[in-house]
């Protein structure tokens, strides 16, 4: 390939990672115009939805189990759910999983968020924001406030957690058999951003805890008007609920519902993370036999 050519390869591919998202971009007569939608194209917008689930009733189920995921953001095909992290020089429609959450958060959009896995304790945003961020004082504003007199804010350092900072994510759902549809299917039920503590991240410390849990099926009109960049085709773009629900990410089982008060598979495999993963592949076939199962005379 010529240079000539190479140059206006490079140019079209990076229009096109640019164009992402952005409606009416081939029709733009200026950038002003770049994301503006026509009333036809708003009035599919306001029909556009997410799937609704079916019902389910407790007589069609006739067996299941709960599982606890990792999604561990350092593997390429959980990306989509980690970038970007850097939203000065990028469209608005781009950005990552935690920054739609937070955003929908504090816009009041996601109320449902909760302590914990089992969704006994609800939270706030108020509640929840000792573990987003954390505002210290130096010395030198230290003596200020000792001295009587007002801290200046540049004595003052906050830190906020942001989508860089984001490790993992911990989802909780459900595998159950339909009999009315003779059929395996899966349930997401919550979801939880994982970071260091804020309080210690830049000490070095790498213990991850988990931000807060989100009832995913509160979530879902936020997440599906999210669209994510799967690469590949720019023109083609799938949402978060998309991705989520057709499980399009890779994770290992931490946790499995189990009469030891659903204890995490790393409290009786110690020190070993060889022998976990093979548990968590354990439990991943134990599941997908149970169909196969259910067909075999």
């Given at each position: 390939?010529?240079?000539?050519?190479?140059?206006?390869?490079?140019?079209?591919?990076?229009?096109?990672?640019?164009?992402f998202g952005q409606a009416n971009i081939l029709n733009a007569d200026k950038p002003e115009d770049i994301g503006k939608k026509s009333e036809a194209q708003l009035a599919v917008d306001e029909e556009?939805?997410?799937?609704?689930?079916?019902?389910?009733?407790?007589?069609d189920i006739l067996w299941s189990k709960g599982t606890w995921e990792i999604i561990d953001l350092d593997e390429r095909v959980n990306f989509p759910l980690y970038y970007p992290i850097d939203t000065?020089?990028?469209?608005?429609?781009?950005?990552?999983?935690?920054?739609?959450?937070?955003?929908?958060i504090k816009d009041?959009?996601?109320?449902?968020?909760?302590?914990?896995?089992?969704?006994?304790?609800k939270r706030t945003l108020k509640d929840i924001r000792a573990t987003l961020s954390k505002v210290d004082t130096t010395d030198l504003g230290i003596e200020q406030y000792n001295a009587g007199e007002e801290v200046a804010a540049q004595y003052i350092d906050r830190r906020d957690l942001g989508a860089a900072d984001i490790a993992e994510y911990h989802i909780r759902g459900m595998w159950y058999f339909d009999k009315r549809l003779a059929e395996l299917k899966y349930r997401l039920l919550g979801i939880a951003p994982v970071a260091p503590d804020v309080n210690f991240i830049d000490s070095g410390q790498t213990d991850l805890?988990?931000?807060?849990?989100?009832w995913y099926p509160d979530a879902r009109e936020v997440l599906h008007e999210a669209k994510v960049f799967m690469g590949g085709n720019t023109s083609n773009t799938v949402s978060f609920d998309h991705l989520l629900n057709s499980?399009?990410?890779?994770?290992?089982?931490?946790?499995?519902?189990?009469?030891?008060?659903?204890?995490?598979?790393?409290?009786?495999?110690?020190?070993?993370?060889?022998?976990q993963l093979l548990e968590?592949?354990?439990?991943?076939?134990?599941?997908?036999?149970?169909?196969?199962?259910?067909?075999?005379?």
């Open positions: 390939m010529s240079l000539k050519g190479f140059l206006v390869f490079g140019f079209t591919m990076m229009m096109g990672a640019a164009s556009d939805k997410p799937l609704e689930y079916g019902y389910v009733g407790d007589r000065n020089n990028i469209g608005t429609s781009r950005r990552s999983l935690y920054d739609v959450l937070i955003r929908a009041g959009k996601i109320q449902n968020i909760y302590a914990d896995s089992y969704f006994n304790e805890v988990e931000l807060f849990w989100v499980r399009r990410f890779d994770a290992v089982i931490y946790k499995e519902d189990n009469v030891q008060g659903d204890r995490q598979i790393d409290d009786y495999i110690v020190d070993n993370a060889f022998m968590s592949e354990r439990i991943k076939e134990q599941i997908r036999n149970f169909e196969q199962d259910m067909w075999n005379y």
